[in-house]
T-cell receptor
Framework: GQQVMQIPQYQHVQEGEDFTTYCNSSTTLSNIQWYKQRPGGHPVFLIQLVKSGEVKKQKRLTFQFGEAKKNSSLHITATQTTDVGTYFCAGYNFNKFYFGSGTKLNVKP | DAGVIQSPRHEVTEMGQEVTLRCKPISGHNSLFWYRQTMMRGLELLIYFNNNVPIDDSGMPEDRFSAKMPNASFSTLKIQPSEPRDSAVYFC?????????????FGQGTRLTVV
């Protein structure tokens, strides 16, 4: 069945270091979304990618959608303590979201 | 709009009791999702409604779980009888599909503890 795998599971970085999380699907996705969940909170939408090879930026965050629309990445430049949380990708296909397992980011000041 | 509203925020119940979780989606959204989140299994999709009709309930763990959406502004997730392994945070989310989906808005979640 459809699966969305996300790596790494955990990432500990020093403030100022970069961070990347990767999302891979077993099948082609129609689009992919990224969410952030702060500790004790609920997932909050960050961005949606639709086109093959699409790249979008939000300040220090860069999102990419692979050419085959089966993988995606989120890169954070110069992490800050406010970036702490779990980042989820959610692949969308056949009217269904498939959430990745999430990458938990911890940023040490 | 107040966003997706879930109630209760916390629920502690004894094993064997019936539990009902409630969700009010954002007005105008036509899709509603129920998710369960645990440390072990992460975020799992339980059931998905489109225009109040259940489209995919393959994630519902077993017959003890049931979900309804009697109208566009209300949904329930019921567990009967509840078991300790049902302890988790249950999220409801809604979105607008037209035809491509837009972002999903999550409620604050219901933290369920079954003792």
């Amino acid at each position: 069945g459809q699966q969305v795998m996300q790596i790494p599971q955990y990432q500990h970085v020093q403030e100022g270091e970069d961070f990347t999380t990767y999302c891979n699907s077993s099948t082609t996705l129609s689009n992919i979304q990224w969410y952030k969940q702060r500790p004790g909170g609920h997932p909050v939408f960050l961005i949606q990618l639709v086109k093959s090879g699409e790249v979008k930026k939000q300040k220090r965050l860069t999102f990419q959608f692979g050419e085959a629309k089966k993988n995606s990445s989120l890169h954070i430049t110069a992490t800050q303590t406010t970036d702490v949380g779990t980042y989820f990708c959610a692949g969308y296909n056949f009217n269904k979201f498939y959430f990745g397992s999430g990458t938990k980011l911890n940023v040490k000041p | 709009d107040a966003g997706v509203i879930q109630s209760p925020r916390h629920e502690v119940t004894e094993m064997g009791q019936e539990v009902t979780l409630r969700c009010k989606p954002i007005s105008g959204h036509n899709s509603l999702f129920w998710y369960r989140q645990t440390m072990m299994r992460g975020l799992e999709l339980l059931i998905y409604f489109n225009n109040n009709v259940p489209i995919d309930d393959s994630g519902m763990p077993e017959d003890r779980f049931s979900a309804k959406m009697p109208n566009a502004s209300f949904s329930t997730l019921k567990i009967q009888p509840s078991e300790p392994r049902d302890s988790a945070v249950y999220f409801c989310a809604s979105s607008l599909v037209r035809p491509i989906n837009t972002e999903a808005f999550f409620g604050q979640g219901t933290r369920l503890t079954v003792v």
